[in-house]
């Protein structure tokens, strides 16, 4: 069973748009995490989108510089589910999108680095057409 499963993604027009789940069901989840997206386009380098820091109750957020305003990070510990509300979506938001778990672990600036994590889904497809 994959620790994290990822859905939501589909196909929309610029502008529109999507939330993505991210269900943490394959390892034991804690409430104190570093959970973050991903996302990766053909030819394009895997880059960090978005990280949520629940280790103390602040629930800190990260952004990168491409998505702020536009996307929000969430998380439902109730659930253990982790979600990505995407809005105004652009073309270049097209990529293939993933969940990551660091558990027991605080964000900080690492959140965008791939090592950080431990736990990675197995991604969910976006597509944003003009």
């Known amino acids: 069973q994959a620790p994290l499963v990822e859905s939501g993604g589909g196909s929309v027009q610029a502008g529109g748009s999507l939330r993505l789940s991210c269900a943490a069901s394959?390892?034991?989840?804690?409430?104190?995490?570093?959970m973050g997206w991903f996302r990766q386009a053909p030819g394009k380098e895997r880059e960090g989108v978005a990280a949520?820091?629940?280790?103390?109750?602040?629930?800190?957020?990260y952004y990168a510089d491409s998505v702020k305003g536009r996307f929000t990070i969430s998380q439902d510990n109730g659930k253990n589910t982790v979600y990505l509300q995407m809005n105004s979506l652009k073309p270049e938001d097209t990529a293939m999108y993933y969940c990551?778990?660091?558990?027991?672990?605080?964000?900080?600036?690492?959140?965008?680095?791939?090592?950080?994590?431990?736990?990675w889904g197995q991604g969910t497809q976006v597509t944003v057409s003009s």
């Open positions: 990551a778990a660091a558990p027991g672990a605080r964000c900080g600036d690492r959140w965008v680095r791939s090592g950080t994590y431990n736990y």
């Open positions: 949520i820091d629940t280790y103390s109750d602040l629930r800190w957020t």
């Open positions: 394959g390892y034991t989840y804690t409430i104190r995490n570093c």
